[in-house]
């Protein structure tokens, strides 16, 4: 099956290892009648049983768009998955069962908020923990494919009321240009044009808007980047699980007429990508620089935090009650947005203060806070 070999598969069971609803498999060789018909991914289908045995889901539902190709945005302009109407109801294929109108109803409320940006509403119907990872994982490999169009599939839990993405891999990864690697600061914008062509038939579908919704919550990306600093950190582990599964595919791969040459060429392209990616992303953690003005008139702080993750703001004499702040912010477009912050300071000893980012756990360098003291005139 020229559509799967064991990269993706191993990005499977590595989201399935997760916790992620995922389809884990293995590569087979087929033999019928001693006759040798290619190697194919051995995976258990994501049904009600599964879901249930796996994940605890004893109540659900399945939904996805429907996949006809012979609709107008395939027929005109070549795009295949995404359709005008993948945030309608409508759309949505129908199934033989007596509770799948209901999860309809829940899906129709799902859309309506995400089409009015009604981010709180919306994260009341998924799980927040199971989304960060799903974006984690997604954003290592860069690879939008499966959260698009008639790729992207639900379970709703109707005991929960929740929605959960199906993490469906279908490509080994996808590199970042070249030109845009050290652009870091665009690090959440890049899955979302991973796969792009001249018909842009992944970055324009409209389900992709819930995803970027999701990351331009502050609290979500905060829960989506402590699990990528998870995996930074624990990359060592994250190769080896990599490692692991190909081994196990290894002795049906090189007996394979159609993978024989390119077993090898595979995974090592899956890993260099995934290598430049995690560098990216670490930038994108690590990164943080504080500016800001003390006025002398009334002793408070105008702060404005140029850092991607929250940072925590102490001092080492108790100046002044902790706080943290979420530094850049983004709209639902991803585009970056700044936040400026002001409180008052007991005294003033502006070099006691002591900046943290909340995922590292690191404090920012002196040599990148800038703090100015400013004699403020009134009008």
């Known amino acids: 099956d020229e559509e799967c070999?064991?990269?993706?598969?191993?990005?499977?069971?590595?989201?399935?290892?997760?916790?992620?609803?995922?389809?884990?498999?293995?590569?087979?060789?087929?033999?019928?009648?001693?006759r040798n018909f290619g190697v194919y991914g051995f995976v258990e289908d994501i049904c009600k049983?599964?879901?249930?045995?796996?994940?605890?889901?004893?109540?659900?539902?399945?939904?996805?768009?429907?996949?006809?190709?012979?609709?107008?945005?395939?027929?005109?302009?070549?795009?295949?998955?995404?359709?005008?109407?993948?945030?309608?109801?409508?759309?949505?294929?129908?199934?033989?069962?007596?509770?799948?109108?209901?999860?309809?109803?829940?899906?129709?409320?799902?859309?309506?908020?995400?089409?009015?940006?009604?981010?709180?509403?919306?994260?009341?119907m998924i799980d927040l923990e199971y989304m960060g990872k799903y974006l984690a994982i997604a954003s290592i490999f860069n690879d939008v494919h499966f959260m698009t169009g008639d790729n992207l599939k639900f379970v709703f839990d109707f005991e929960s009321k929740l929605f959960y993405p199906i993490y469906r891999a279908e490509n080994k990864a996808a590199r970042i240009p070249e030109n845009k690697i050290a652009s870091f600061s665009e690090f959440n914008s890049f899955l979302f044009n991973s796969l792009d062509n001249e018909n842009k038939q992944y970055s324009t579908s409209p389900n992709l808007e819930f995803f970027k919704l999701l990351l331009s919550d502050s609290e979500l990306r905060n829960i989506r980047d402590k699990f990528l600093h998870n995996i930074i950190i624990n990359f060592d582990d994250?190769?080896?699980?990599?490692?692991?599964?190909?081994?196990?595919?290894?002795?049906?791969?090189?007996?394979?007429?159609?993978?024989?040459?390119?077993?090898?060429?595979?995974?090592k392209e899956q890993i260099s990508i995934i290598k430049q990616t995690i560098n990216v992303a670490k930038k994108y953690i690590d990164y943080g620089h504080i500016y800001g003005s003390f006025n002398l008139s009334d002793s408070t702080i105008n702060l404005i935090s140029d850092a991607f993750c929250a940072v925590k703001i102490t001092s080492k004499n108790n100046l002044f009650v902790e706080k943290i702040i979420n530094g850049i912010e983004f709209d639902k477009k991803l585009n970056i947005k700044y936040q400026y912050s002001d409180f008052k300071i007991k005294k003033h000893k502006i070099e006691d203060l002591v900046f943290i980012n909340m995922v590292t756990k690191d404090t920012i360098k002196k040599?990148?806070?800038?703090?100015?003291?400013?004699?403020?005139?009134?009008?």
Request: charged share 25%.
């Open 5 to 34: 070999d064991p990269s993706v598969i191993t990005i499977n069971n590595i989201a399935n290892s997760f916790g992620l609803i995922a389809p884990k498999g293995i590569m087979k060789s087929l033999i019928i009648n001693d």
């Open 49 to 124: 049983d599964l879901l249930y045995k796996d994940y605890k889901i004893n109540n659900c539902s399945i939904l996805s768009n429907t996949g006809d190709w012979s609709r107008k945005e395939f027929k005109s302009t070549g795009v295949r998955h995404r359709s005008d109407f993948d945030l309608y109801h409508g759309h949505i294929s129908a199934k033989n069962s007596k509770s799948h109108p209901l999860a309809l109803g829940y899906y129709k409320l799902f859309c309506e908020y995400i089409k009015s940006v009604n981010i709180k509403a919306l994260k009341e």
């Open 367 to 379: 040599e990148h806070i800038y703090i100015n003291n400013i004699l403020e005139i009134k009008n």
């Open 238 to 267: 994250f190769l080896f699980k990599l490692e692991s599964d190909y081994h196990k595919n290894e002795s049906v791969m090189i007996h394979s007429d159609i993978f024989n040459e390119k077993y090898k060429s595979i995974k």
